[in-house]
């Protein structure tokens, strides 16, 4: 458990995570109130990554769902493992005609059954997927739903449940409660509008772009063979590509691979023949690589 | 404190945020959690509790300094620094002077400004009651200065110099009178702003709203004002999530539709071949959509809302390309969706104004579909639902029904979005009723309820 704000910073930090004093506050808000994280923002801010090191940091096991288009709850919650039931049935054979030896009609012989089928439908047969896991851990965990807006608008009425009660209905088991509340956070991109139901029951957390000081710290902390004057102009230029008008916008895990890739190559400084180079890195669409060069070469 | 936050969420309320009672509790928790003391932890555990969308920090970071900010930087005393003799001749030459600037000057020179009565009356005075934005509230802020005498204050201050002189009082005590009444200049007059801003934001919370979007989304869309514009837009999203659920429910009842026996039998291979686990075609409803907007004046509303709507809808449609057409046909660029998503419909109007210039009696459906046709009819295909949002008006100019008969048999579908009422089609240069039986549906999208039921139907393969 987190002491205080400068608490949660300092510990996100030996994970080596920067965290704002904003990230922070609202760490700490969802531990002492007990409520999920909504974390939203552009991709590649480090929002997963704030998942990773919170677990870390609390010293908690990540259980992480990843959302898609199609999850469903079968998916994220919970299966019959049928493969191993009928396995059983197979092997417990002869057990059950002993059990059933003594009957006579046909009825008695399925109420007799039936008075056995909880063997069949117990926990032992049951395949939890992460929600459950999270739910059933014995020990507390961070639940990571990453990508929320991929999932369906269903699946997202679904979650509901689980994120203001924490608990799931299995219809053949009845209602499991979770033995420790996780914390949770979601992560969106933001490519559609989530739910009014949904966002109440969250703290919301905006993650944007790193301030030039927040980067180049980010940079020197995951890339400490970049020399600082370097590491300086890298992050000079990724702020001046995040001002123009691209496609896709540099991340923060762009930088940290074109950093690692300036090491690689050995480069003593970003000249315009190692920019040209290495742009791929940053941009992916090829008409903002054009863009980015047009501007670059002007200067 | 509660009250304040209270009062804070009223005002976030008032302008347009969302704020439940869920969440105004939840508020009141975090503050509990982390108390006051640090101003940004403060405002932070506000913001993750109140506000749960990007853009609506815009509202809440100018309301929050109104509510929680101090009132201003404080005054200082030119009093402390003078002896008594120059004290004296300071009330002397004040006295000398007219009523209400005597006031001004006594508050810029003895550190003790006016009351918060005071600062409250004279903000009614100056017409913050009447202002209904922030906006607004510069020109109160301006008014209301003006009338405390800053407009006379440089004379002022020169007249009281030299009276002081006068009496004999020396230099250096003047030139410190004079940078003390000068950062008082300074905070006064940003403890009037933070005044009026807190007023209007007061005033504003406690007005009942008028009208409200459910009532106006029948209101139709040329007879809107401004301000109920604005309102509606901020209906779209509510009614986009609608549209979005009932789109998705159709999906997924479409789903259950026919066996997929292949499927089936590979998924039951590990149960040997026994099909315990059956498998459904998915079949992909997802509509493909082109989108020729008329962006001639009168239709520029209900463009909006349809590109607004058409946006909000992105994930429920395979692919999407619209273009606008006003004399001649432009695709319609992604900066105009982004300004429209940021509030911004006039930069997104001005946008695609510069694509097509305004021309009196510009239209010209005729010449547009030709050009679409030219350039762009690798966008229509078997699956494509082509839909036009027009009034059909050609100013007189070939209407080319024969392009709209190709147009439609190469498409899946052809749907017409006309936002004139029905019984003006056909009248004056309308061809409307020329194209009318050529298109697999015609919708009237007078108002935001005929367009949402529209677009719905669209959705549902209409």
């Known amino acids: 458990m987190f002491k205080n704000i400068a608490d949660v910073r300092k510990r996100l930090g030996s994970q080596q995570y920067i965290a704002s004093e904003e990230i922070g506050t609202v760490v700490y808000l969802a531990q002492s109130l007990c409520k999920p994280i909504l974390a939203e923002g552009p991709a590649g801010v480090g929002k997963t990554e704030l998942a990773k090191a919170w677990a870390a940091a609390a010293r908690r096991p990540l259980v992480r769902l990843q959302c898609y288009e199609g999850l469903d709850e079968s998916k994220a919650l919970y299966e019959w493992e049928y493969a191993k039931q009928m396995l059983y049935t197979q092997l417990l054979r002869d057990t059950l005609q002993n059990v059933l030896s003594d009957v006579q009609t046909l009825g008695e012989a399925a109420n007799r059954l039936a008075q056995e089928e909880d063997v069949f439908f117990s926990e032992n047969f049951l395949l939890p997927r992460p929600l459950l896991t999270a739910l059933m851990s014995d020990e507390p965990v961070v639940l990571l739903i990453d990508e929320i807006d991929r999932a369906d608008v269903e699946f997202e009425a679904f979650l509901l449940e689980v994120l203001s009660d924490f608990q799931v209905s299995v219809p053949e088991l009845g209602t499991i409660h979770a033995k420790h509340q996780p914390m949770v956070l979601l992560t969106s991109n933001n490519t559609r509008e989530l739910s009014e139901a949904l966002k109440r029951r969250c703290l919301y957390l905006y993650v944007d772009y790193p301030t030039h000081k927040a980067e180049l710290e980010i940079v020197r902390l995951k890339v400490p063979d970049l020399r600082p004057e370097l590491a300086q102009q890298a992050v000079a230029v990724v702020h001046q590509l995040r001002n123009m008008d691209l496609r896709k916008l540099p991340s923060i895990s762009e930088t940290l691979d074109w950093a690692r890739a300036l090491v690689t190559l050995n480069a003593d400084s970003i000249d315009q023949k190692t920019l040209t180079n290495t742009l791929t890195v940053l941009l992916k669409y090829e008409a903002d690589v054009a863009k980015a060069r047009r501007m670059m070469g002007r200067e | ?462």
């Not at chain 2, 809302?305 to 619209?322: A, G, I, P």
């Not at chain 2, 105009?336 to 509030?343: A, E, G, N, Q, S």
């Open chain 2, 1 to 462: 404190m509660d009250n304040r936050v209270v009062e804070f969420v009223r005002g976030l309320r008032a302008s347009g945020v969302r704020v439940s009672l869920a969440e105004s509790v939840d508020a009141m928790n975090a503050i509990e959690a982390l108390g006051i003391v640090n101003k940004d932890v403060f405002r932070e555990s506000l913001r993750a509790t109140l506000v749960k969308e990007s853009d609506d920090f815009a509202a809440f970071n100018e309301l929050f300094p109104l509510y929680f900010g101090s009132d201003g930087p404080p005054l200082q005393s030119a009093m402390e620094d003078l002896s008594a003799d120059e004290q004296d001749m300071l009330k002397m030459a004040l006295s000398a002077m007219s009523g209400r600037l005597q006031q001004l000057m006594a508050w810029l020179t003895s550190g003790e400004g006016p009351t918060k009565e005071e600062l409250e009356e004279l903000a009614r005075r100056s017409g913050a009651d009447w202002a209904n934005s922030q906006q607004e509230g510069h020109w109160v802020t301006r008014r209301m200065l003006r009338q405390m005498g800053y407009a006379h204050l440089e004379e002022q201050i020169r007249q009281l110099v030299e009276m002081l002189q006068q009496m004999g009082m020396s230099r250096e005590a003047i030139e410190k009178l004079l940078g003390v009444v000068e950062a008082n200049k300074e905070a006064l007059a940003e403890q009037t702003a933070r005044q009026v801003g807190l007023q209007i934001a007061q005033q504003r919370a406690n007005r009942p709203e008028d009208l409200h979007g459910p009532d106006l989304m029948y209101k139709s869309f040329d007879a809107l004002t401004a301000n109920e514009t604005a309102i509606l837009r901020q209906e779209v999203q509510r009614l986009a999530t609608q549209l979005r659920s009932r789109a998705a429910l159709r999906r997924k009842r479409g789903r259950q539709g026919k066996f997929d026996s292949k499927a089936t039998i590979r998924a039951n291979q590990r149960y040997g071949g026994v099909p315990l686990e059956l498998k459904y075609k998915t079949r992909k409803l997802k509509p493909s959509l082109v989108l020729l907007c008329d962006v001639s004046r009168s239709t520029e509303n209900v463009v909006e809302f349809m590109l607004r709507l058409s946006y909000q809808l992105h994930d429920q449609v395979s692919k999407m390309r619209s273009f606008a057409f006003y004399n001649r046909l432009e695709p319609i660029p992604d900066e105009v969706m982004t300004k429209l998503r940021h509030d911004q419909p006039e930069a997104a109007f001005e946008v695609i104004r510069q694509l097509l210039p305004y021309i009196p009696y510009g239209t010209d459906l005729g010449g547009s579909l030709a050009e679409f046709t030219e350039n762009h009819l690798g966008v229509v295909n078997g699956r494509t639902t082509l839909i036009i949002l027009g009034d059909g008006r050609n100013n007189f100019s070939s209407p080319r029904i024969d392009l709209i008969k190709s147009l439609q048999r190469k498409a899946k579908k052809l749907i017409w979005f006309n936002p004139e009422p029905r019984g003006a089609w056909g009248t004056d240069d309308s061809d409307m009723l020329e194209y009318e039986p050529l298109c697999d549906a015609v919708y009237e999208v007078r108002n935001l309820a005929q367009l949402a039921t529209a677009v719905d139907k669209l959705m549902a393969g209409g």
